[in-house]
């Protein structure tokens, strides 16, 4: 079904999409030794609504890693990795993954709306990274497609400073794609950030180091939920 990704996100009470990405983009070892089964059963444990595993070997991730993923949970998993052709998102699909990453930066205009067209036809939600206004404006309908804002940059290798306002900016250029469900992502750490940006309107946040990172996931999860209750709501279409 092409909108279980968003789905569950948007019904989220907590709509945070959880990353198992075995390296940064430094080099820094994010599993420590953990399976990817064992950080699973740690982000289920926390109400994760869906995955993202990144398949992308600049962060160590590979497709037996997607693979493991899909047998060890039945949430909604999105592939990250840097997709061009069409015979990647059939791989995608056969593998199990609900979502599939496609990067603005790396696709020509028409490109990225043929890989967008042809994942929906194969039952994958689209999840279009974006990092720039001119990226945005660029956009195919972002019609049953997740649209986010990448926080850091792709042509960096990501290695550089997240800056979270990017996703402040962009927001109102995102939602006239016409996507049901903006996310914000990368480089989101503080849960005071993460508030913010779901109380200015984003469906969901894409979170990874950080999480796989934490000692003590629950009190981030924690900290969010109370953080949500005491800041503004979104004002309708605002
Ligand atoms: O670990 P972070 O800073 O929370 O970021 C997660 C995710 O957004 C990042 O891993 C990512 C963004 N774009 C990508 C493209 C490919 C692989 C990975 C990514």
């Known amino acids: 079904m092409a909108s279980a990704f968003p789905d569950a996100l948007m019904g989220a009470d907590r709509p945070v999409i959880m990353e198992l990405k075995p390296r940064s983009a430094n080099g820094e070892d994010l599993f420590r030794g953990r399976s990817p089964a064992e950080i699973v059963a740690r982000y289920e444990a926390v109400g994760a609504p869906c995955l993202s595993v990144v398949t992308g070997r600049w962060f160590g991730g590979d497709a037996d890693l997607l693979a493991e993923v899909v047998t060890c949970t039945g949430l909604p998993v999105l592939q990250k990795d840097f997709i061009t052709k069409e015979g990647q998102l059939r791989a995608a699909r056969d593998l199990g993954a609900s979502a599939v990453l496609l990067t603005a930066a790396l696709l ?131």
């Open 108 to 238: 020509p205009r028409a490109a990225l709306a043929r890989l967008a067209e042809r994942a929906l036809a194969l039952g994958l939600t689209p999840f279009i990274e974006v990092a720039s206004p001119a990226e945005v404006e660029a956009l195919p309908s972002g019609e049953g497609c997740v649209v986010a804002v990448n926080n850091r940059d792709i042509r960096n290798r990501e290695r550089g400073d997240a800056d979270l306002d990017r996703s402040h900016r962009l927001l109102p250029s995102v939602r006239l794609t016409g996507t049901p469900c903006p996310v914000s992502a990368s480089g989101i750490d503080d849960a005071r950030a993460a508030a913010g940006l779901l109380s200015a309107g984003y469906a969901g946040l894409l979170v990874g180091t950080h999480l796989l990172r934490a000692g003590h996931l629950e009190s981030w999860c924690e900290e969010l939920d109370q953080l949500r209750r005491t800041t503004p709501a979104p004002r309708p279409g605002g």
